[in-house]
């Protein structure tokens, strides 16, 4: 399912384009709004290389994944493709400011056995990113998944994502050309996608929220297939009964009952913390219990609720997957 928005392409379905909150017709991007604090002159390598990228041909180039990997299918242009409307005022932004550094990144990638694993890095997007550039030093291939667009009026403050992205560029680029097509995945993630589960955004606010449905990883055969019997899932230290996403439970339970082992790894700012985990089927705002709660209180509960209906689920299939539990647990 897409949705047309003028100027901006084709975007993704998102929790906006369900039915949550988004204006009808939002206002036009304004690029010098978006940008206007908080950039940097310079980009990762110290230089100004990162006024090559800010065409969306040549920023896809240095973050996709070559059409040999196995992981190609999973990458998401959307955000990159995002340059071509905001290019005008477009600039890095680092990370972790001034040191543009993410010593918890550094030392992981360092002192961490990456043998036979996946890591999915699901931290709000510039560290993400920054997690990426580091691990790509590593011999993995990143995968970008950030999956909307930037917006001054945006609830997720994607440009800070995409600045980071330019900020990367040119080391990325560089250690592109220096990967095996078969390089092992890091999936870069948003870890603010589902921000505020509870709130109704007000008309004047563009939803630029989304989340992840089962088809985009890949499933337990494909990574098995390549000999990856591990997955890394990197996030922030916090207090909550379950360690994952809930767009993602599903999906990583699915993993687990294929004999897939789960790390979980809790990145603050400069230290982290490693923990085996396994995952369990559990109530998310993907289920039908919570769906029909969520309805009934309005926040999230027109996008939710419209996940059910018949005819949507229907003609989705093919894209969302079928079974039990978690987001694929629907039927018509």
Excluded at 237 to 261: C, H, W
Excluded at 266 to 284: C, M, N, S
Aim: proline share 8%; hydrophobic share 40%; charged share 20%.
């Amino acid at each position: 399912m897409r949705k047309r928005i003028a100027g901006a392409g084709f975007v993704s379905v998102t929790l906006g384009a369900l039915g949550c909150g988004e204006p009808a017709g939002p206002p036009a991007v304004r690029p010098q709004e978006i940008f206007a604090k908080g950039t940097s002159r310079t980009d990762g390598l110290g230089g100004e290389s990162w006024r090559n990228y800010l065409r969306a041909e040549a920023l896809h180039a240095a973050w996709a994944p070559p059409a040999a990997s196995p992981w190609r299918p999973f990458y998401k242009p959307t955000l990159v493709a995002a340059i071509s409307v905001v290019q005008s005022a477009a600039a890095p932004i680092r990370a972790t400011g001034a040191d543009s550094v993410d010593w918890a990144a550094e030392e992981f990638a360092r002192s961490t056995d990456l043998t036979n694993a996946a890591v999915f890095v699901d931290l709000p997007g510039p560290r993400s990113v920054e997690w990426g550039t580091v691990l790509m030093r590593r011999g993995f291939q990143p995968v970008v998944t950030f999956n909307n667009w930037p917006h001054q009026k945006g609830l997720l403050p994607l440009e800070k994502t995409l600045g980071a992205l330019i900020f990367h560029a040119e080391e990325a680029a560089r250690a592109r050309a220096l990967l095996s097509p078969q390089a092992p995945p890091v999936f870069l993630l948003e870890g603010q996608r589902l921000f505020q589960k509870g709130v109704d955004p007000s008309p004047g606010v563009f939803d630029n929220r989304f989340f992840h449905a089962f088809a985009d990883f890949p499933p337990h055969d494909a990574l098995k297939s390549r000999q990856i019997n591990r997955v890394f899932y990197v996030s922030h230290p916090r207090v909550t009964t379950a360690f994952e996403e809930d767009d993602l439970n599903d999906y990583f339970v699915s993993l687990m009952k294929a004999g897939i082992q789960f790390t979980h790894v809790r990145a603050g700012e400069t230290t982290y913390d490693l923990a085996i985990v396994t995952p369990v089927t559990r109530q998310t705002i993907f289920t039908q219990a919570e769906t029909v709660r969520y309805a009934g209180t309005r926040p999230y509960g027109r996008s939710y609720s419209h996940y059910h209906h018949s005819n949507f689920w229907a003609h989705s299939r093919g894209s969302w997957g079928s079974g039990t539990g978690g987001s694929r647990g629907f039927s018509s």
